[in-house]
């Protein structure tokens, strides 16, 4: 079972490229989530999907754009790589939280993106 | 001010010692309180979840919420060096459908034998 799958692992971007972040879960979640984290500040949601076919922005939207490709897939997309872009990415799953509903949110192994 | 504050240390113990880790939060919708544990690059991993206010206890980890102060607390009884590792508190609303965890900064934990 291999929980949430994040591709790739390492990148190096130049200033101004633009890339995908995969994310694949087989774990049948409704919700998908994009954090990046950097030292000092935590986890910040950039972007999350509660269900197939819906998508919000999170504290930190401003430079990515995403999509929920099916119920398994979330991709993150960087149009214009920054220099501030320099992160780790995790996606994470769970079922739907709220409305008196909780489950555990499971995270990949992150994505260590370094924006030159 | 951010909905979640952690102070992120770092924090260093010896072994067997007792460690507390707390987080303050602002928004009152918050009714799931969660702490997540997070070893040198890898993927966070859930460690203990408390519905509303009330202790949880887990082997050697206790975590306790107080909503009227809205403070939680992760307690860790004789502490081992595997426990050294980044602690993230994270919560959650229960009153929306598809609310995402809002999570702490995190504390840096490192526990020498």
């Known amino acids: 079972n291999a929980g949430v799958t994040q591709t790739p692992k390492f990148q190096v971007l130049k200033t101004g490229q633009s890339m995908t972040l995969q994310c694949a879960q087989d774990?049948?979640?409704?919700?998908m989530y994009w954090y990046r984290q950097d030292p000092g500040m935590g986890l910040r949601l950039i972007y999350y999907?509660?269900?197939?076919?819906?998508?919000d922005k999170g504290e930190v939207p401003n430079g990515y754009n995403v999509s929920r490709l099916n119920k398994r897939e979330f991709s993150l997309r960087l149009e214009s790589a920054a220099p501030s872009q320099t992160s780790v990415y995790f996606c994470?799953?769970?079922?739907?939280?709220?409305?008196?509903?909780?489950?555990?949110?499971?995270f990949g192994q992150g994505t260590r993106l370094t924006v030159v | 001010q951010k909905e979640v504050e952690q102070d992120p240390g770092p924090l260093s113990v010896p072994e067997g010692a007792i460690v507390s880790l707390n987080c303050t939060y602002s928004?009152?919708?918050?009714?799931?309180f969660m702490w997540y544990r997070q070893y040198s690059r890898k993927g966070p991993e859930l460690l203990m979840y408390?519905?509303?206010?009330g202790n949880k206890e887990d082997g050697r980890f206790t975590a306790q919420v107080d909503k009227s102060s809205k403070y939680i607390s992760l307690f860790i009884r004789d502490s081992q060096p595997s426990d050294s590792a980044t602690y993230l508190c994270?919560?959650?609303?229960?009153?929306?459908?598809?609310?995402?965890?809002?999570f702490g900064k995190g504390t840096t934990l490192s526990v020498s034998s």
């Open positions: 994470a799953s769970s079922e739907v939280q709220g409305a008196g509903i909780w489950t555990e949110a499971f």
């Open positions: 774990m049948n979640h409704n919700s």
């Open positions: 999907s509660a269900s197939e076919g819906t998508t």
């Open positions: 928004n009152s919708a918050f009714q799931y």
């Open positions: 408390t519905y509303s206010s």
């Open positions: 994270a919560m959650s609303a229960a009153n929306q459908a598809g609310t995402a965890l809002i």
